[in-house]
């Protein structure tokens, strides 16, 4: 099997490629947190977006986002894959909250 890379994977339809941003293992006062009390991230960087989805009339609805958006999204979504050693998520675009600068 190939080495799955972030630039082999097209996510079909309404999906997004998503790599979470990093969060900071110390806090402000210099407190070490443990990777069970991490809070899973919820803003990432879009990496690569499917082609759309299908409406009811058969015409392609195209998504609102595209690769290099920063993205918040919904705490528990999408699936979580394991890319070049880093953490990216195949999420739906309707998990996408809003994209912010």
Do not use: C, W
């Amino acid at each position: 099997m190939a080495l799955l890379t972030a630039a082999s994977i097209k996510p079909l339809a309404d999906r997004v490629l998503v790599e979470p941003t990093e969060r900071d293992e110390v806090t402000t006062s210099g407190i070490i947190l443990p990777d069970t009390v991490k809070e899973k991230p919820q803003e990432g960087t879009v990496v690569a977006v499917g082609s759309g989805r299908m409406d009811d009339t058969g015409q392609r609805q195209p998504l609102e986002v595209k690769a290099g958006n920063k993205v918040l999204y919904a705490k528990y979504a999408g699936s979580d894959i394991k890319l070049e050693g880093k953490d990216h998520l195949i999420l739906s675009e309707k998990d996408i909250l809003a994209i912010f600068d």
